[in-house]
Nanobody, 118 residues
Framework: QVLLVESGGGLVQAGESLRLSCVAS??????MAWFRQAPGKEREFVAA???????DHAGSVKGRFTISRDNARNTVYLQMNSLKPEDTGVYYC??????????????WGQGTQVTVSS
């Protein structure tokens, strides 16, 4: 069992930045990902990073968000720049097999709220 704990969410204005962190309770030689869920919408893929360091970012965030990981600290980050109101939602960290599909991930955090005001 791997516990994932997210932090770093908050309320910001459009154009500002936030950095989300996700700490795993144990070393995981698996892919890590961020998903988000806006009010009234389904959870969607944001970004993923493989153990090798390869990354994948959704088109809606490419060029603005960057996923990274520190394997020594069992931590994955999501640097979010140039935030837009449509980025508002609960952001979830996940660990599992690389995919853009939620079903590929075995472990999930509780989520952290990101709110972007216009």
């Amino acid at each position: 069992q791997v516990l994932l704990v997210e932090s770093g969410g908050g309320l910001v204005q459009a154009g500002e930045s936030l950095r989300l962190s996700c700490v795993a309770s144990a070393r995981t030689s698996v892919s890590m990902a961020w998903f988000r869920q806006a009010p009234g919408k389904e959870r969607e893929f944001v970004a993923a990073i493989m153990w090798s360091g390869g990354t994948d970012h959704a088109g809606s965030v490419k060029g603005r968000f960057t996923i990274s990981r520190d394997n020594a600290r069992n931590t994955v980050y999501l640097q979010m720049n140039s935030l837009k109101p449509e980025d508002t939602g609960v952001y979830y960290c996940a660990a599992g097999t690389y995919s853009r599909r939620q079903q590929a991930y075995d472990y999930w955090g509780q989520g952290t709220q990101v709110t972007v005001s216009s």
